[in-house]
T-cell receptor, first 115, second 114 residues
Framework: GENVEQHPSTLSVQEGDSAVIKCTYS??????FPWYKQELGKGPQLIID?????GEKKDQRIAVTLNKTAKHFSLHITETQPEDSAVYFC??????????????FGQGTTLQVKP | EAGVTQSPTHLIKTRGQQATLRCSPI?????VYWYQQALGLGLQFLLW???????NRGNFPPRFSGRQFPNYSSELNVNALELEDSALYLC?????????????FGEGSRLTVL
């Protein structure tokens, strides 16, 4: 079945350090991989996404890498700041003719950035 | 532009009762998704509606149902509530004809079943 595993479940870093969150997906037909950030009391918000025809994408301090062969993708946050503290979710989905319309989410990573 | 709005923000019910949650998508979005976020379990896909029809549903029992209205707003109904139905229910919307791409989430409705 469709499944996304996310690690670690919690991550604590010092301000200015880097943070890495890793995900593995099971559905080989997945071709869209977004990352969402959820702050306390709010709904998840997209921070970056990558499609299967790209190996890496960067947006300022955040980057995502994708290894389709290994079915792994990762989120990298550099120069972390206290406002990066939140729960981060990876997700995977199919698009195109095999679209099921749903995102399969990982279990989430609680990131704490200590000042 | 208004985001996805959900009501009520909090709802307390007892076991066996029924709960109705409501969602208004972003203007121009025709697809509405419902997710359940129970503690420690991440987001579990519940239902997808597009153009008034149910397009897909997740691994939830039939007592979870919903509908989408002509104005694209949506309703999630949970019948015969059980304690484990306690969770944050998130609604999200997506623009017309976007198979993938960003889902815009509301802030959720927190359902507590006593």
């Amino acid at each position: 079945g469709e499944n996304v595993e996310q690690h670690p479940s919690t991550l604590s870093v010092q301000e200015g350090d880097s943070a890495v969150i890793k995900c593995t997906y099971s559905d080989s037909a997945s071709n869209y991989f977004p990352w969402y950030k959820q702050e306390l009391g709010k709904g998840p918000q997209l921070i970056i996404d990558i499609r299967s025809n790209v190996g890496e994408k960067k947006d300022q301090r955040i980057a995502v890498t994708l290894n389709k062969t290994a079915k792994h993708f990762s989120l990298h946050i550099t120069e972390t700041q206290p406002e990066d503290s939140a729960v981060y979710f990876c997700a995977a989905s199919r698009g195109g003719s095999s679209n099921t319309g749903k995102l399969i989410f990982g279990q989430g990573t609680t990131l704490q950035v200590k000042p | 532009e208004a985001g996805v709005t959900q009501s009520p923000t909090h709802l307390i019910k007892t076991r066996g009762q029924q709960a109705t949650l409501r969602c208004s998508p972003i203007s121009g979005h025709t697809s509405v998704y419902w997710y359940q976020q129970a503690l420690g379990l991440g987001l579990q896909f519940l239902l997808w509606y597009d153009e008034g029809e149910e397009r897909n549903r997740g691994n939830f029992p039939p007592r979870f149902s919903g509908r989408q209205f002509p104005n694209y707003s949506s309703e999630l109904n949970v019948n015969a509530l059980e304690l484990e139905d306690s969770a944050l229910y998130l609604c999200a919307s997506r623009p017309r004809a976007a198979n993938t791409g960003e889902l815009f989430f509301g802030e959720g409705s927190r359902l507590t079943v006593l």
